[in-house]
């Protein structure tokens, strides 16, 4: 078993994922994986970095898929005895313009923005070792989707008490009330991607919360982030900050010293704590 230190980037062939394990490939004293679902992509973007003289690995990894997350898990298992910084990056959105029904949309963004990112916790956390860093990449599109919820589920979604099962339950009455077309009267915005973010920012403030009661001696930090608006084909051209300016606070939470106390069940943008 090897003991170098070990990093996974989830959804990381490309935008933002790529450029957090580019600069984690200059900055991290271990292994760095690069994940993807399609392998040929995968390997391309790793042949991309080698070009750069950096040296990532690569493992599958589609998040939508239990198995492919469970083979990484036993790799990482079974190779390293556990790993030291998860990055969750995968993620989807669909285009502002796209024809799909909003009943869809919900489902499918949901499925890999929120279920997807916590099935990879669910797997890959018990294996984060002592010192770990955990950061889920969420979007300040959160906060404004969180502002246009019903006073009632703002208060739920605030809750220093929720508990997973309790997000859970709401993730997916969102997408059932989309199914029957009543969304709106029953108190979530009009954005599916907005949700799901909601979604994964609460859910790090609860897993964050967990670590404190059941790890609490293992100094493992654990916090949300914002990337920025960012120039990647779901933002597009428009977006004001290149993937490297995305990648730099989502790496500098994965790269927090091993003495740090924090941040910790944090969302954060630009490096900053923003109130949740």
């Given at each position: 078993m090897s003991s170098v230190p070990v990093a996974v980037v989830t959804g990381s062939n490309k935008g933002i994922g790529f450029a957090i394990v580019r600069a984690l490939?200059?900055?991290?004293?271990?292994?760095?994986?690069l994940t993807a679902r399609d392998p040929g992509r995968g390997q391309e973007a790793v042949a991309k970095l080698q070009e750069e003289g950096l040296r990532a690995l690569f493992h599958q990894l589609d998040i939508d898929d239990l198995q492919s997350i469970r083979a990484l898990r036993d790799f990482l298992k079974e190779k390293y005895g556990g790993l030291n910084v998860l990055v969750n990056n995968a993620g989807i959105a669909f285009k502002v313009h796209d024809t799909?029904?909003?009943?869809?949309?919900a489902e499918v963004t949901l499925k890999t923005n929120f279920f997807g990112t916590r099935n990879v916790c669910t797997e890959l956390l018990p294996?984060?070792?002592?010192?770990?860093r955990v950061v889920n990449?969420?979007?300040?599109v959160s906060s404004s989707a969180l502002g246009g919820c019903s006073r009632e589920l703002q208060q739920k979604f605030r809750s220093d008490t929720i508990t997973e099962d309790e997000l859970v339950e709401l993730m997916t009455k969102f997408v059932e009330d989309t199914k029957k077309g009543m969304?709106?009267?029953e108190g979530w915005p009009n954005t599916a991607y907005g949700v799901s973010?909601?979604?994964?920012?609460?859910?790090?403030?609860?897993?964050?919360?967990?670590?404190?009661?059941k790890r609490k001696g293992d100094h493992i930090l654990l916090n949300a982030c914002c990337p920025g608006w960012v120039r990647t084909d779901m933002a597009g051209p428009k977006a004001t900050k290149s993937p490297d300016e995305g990648a730099e606070t989502p790496v500098y939470l994965a790269l927090l010293p091993s003495d740090a106390d924090g941040p910790h069940g944090q969302f954060l943008s630009n490096k900053t704590v923003r109130t949740w």
């Open positions: 490939c200059k900055q991290f004293p271990g292994d760095v994986y799909t029904p909003f009943a869809v949309q294996l984060v070792k002592p010192c770990g990449v969420s979007s300040m969304h709106e009267k973010k909601i979604g994964v920012t609460v859910l790090s403030r609860i897993q964050a919360r967990m670590l404190n009661e």
